[in-house]
């Protein structure tokens, strides 16, 4: 369901005379329905690099990367856009919303672009921010001023609420107190009892060993350590 065969990737610095970084080659792994793999290994190895051209925001310089039907490694911008829209989530460390939007809606969202009608795609928001412990009064409100931990939670939200066959989490148990870490870890596996396939970043060690079927060290994908 998300697969990566032998991909490269180098960085050209255009404002630091042209220097070429190569930061990654023949990385490949695989993750099928209903299981979660963590990508590990130092800082700076490379993990948000892989999770970004996965996601495809970064170019995949060889090889091939695949999630679900697409080939997102050579795919055009509207495959991905309609890919992020029905077949990958990405739960990413930050929200970033537009301004004013409230949160019900900010969460209700990724529902709305399904064309599922507004009274149950807020229903389902309603739902899930209950369960993630969103104060109602906050959900007429834009999350732009929430805390940390808040902001998290509703990035948490959006990226559940659609049963996405392929999801991408980063650090989706950061800066939560123990209940809603706990609720978060039993979102993810109910999403792997359905049968997604999750490729995530999990600095929490307790949540990547409860969750976590295999661990993938993408420093084995070091163009150094290869030499
Ligand atoms: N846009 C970019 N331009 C240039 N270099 C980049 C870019 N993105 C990442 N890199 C480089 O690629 C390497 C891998 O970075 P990456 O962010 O993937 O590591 P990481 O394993 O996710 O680290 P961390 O755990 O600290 O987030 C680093 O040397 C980084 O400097």
Redesign the pocket.
């Known amino acids: 369901m998300i697969l990566a065969e032998n991909v490269a990737k180098e960085?050209t610095?255009h404002n630091q005379g042209g220097t070429v970084?190569r930061?990654m080659q023949g990385a490949s792994l695989a993750v099928a329905p209903g299981e979660c793999v963590a990508l590990t290994?130092?800082?700076?190895?490379?993990?948000?690099?892989?999770m970004r051209m996965i996601w495809g925001n970064?170019r995949t310089d060889a090889g091939v990367i695949r999630v679900g039907g697409l080939t997102v490694s050579h795919a055009e911008p509207r495959q991905i856009i309609a890919m992020r829209r029905a077949g990958l989530g990405y739960v990413s460390q930050f929200l970033r919303v537009l301004p004013r939007v409230p949160t019900l809606r900010v969460v209700a969202e990724p529902l709305l672009a399904l064309g599922v009608p507004q009274p149950e795609a807020e229903t389902r928001a309603a739902h899930l921010l209950s369960r993630l412990r969103i104060a109602e009064r906050l959900w007429s409100l834009s999350p732009t001023t929430f805390s940390g931990g808040e902001q998290q939670r509703v990035n948490i939200a959006r990226g559940f609420i659609h049963p996405y066959p392929a999801l991408l989490l980063d650090e989706p148990t950061a800066s939560l107190d123990a209940q809603n870490r706990e609720t978060v870890m039993q979102l993810i596996e109910e999403a792997k009892a359905r049968g997604t396939a999750i490729l995530g970043?999990f600095h929490d060690e307790g949540a990547r060993d409860r969750l976590c079927d295999r661990v993938v060290d993408?420093t084995g994908f070091r163009p150094e350590v290869q030499a």
């Not at 290994?41 to 690099?49: D, F, H, I, L, M």
């Open positions: 960085f610095l970084l930061v290994g130092a800082s700076g190895a490379g993990k948000s690099t892989l970064y970043i993408v």
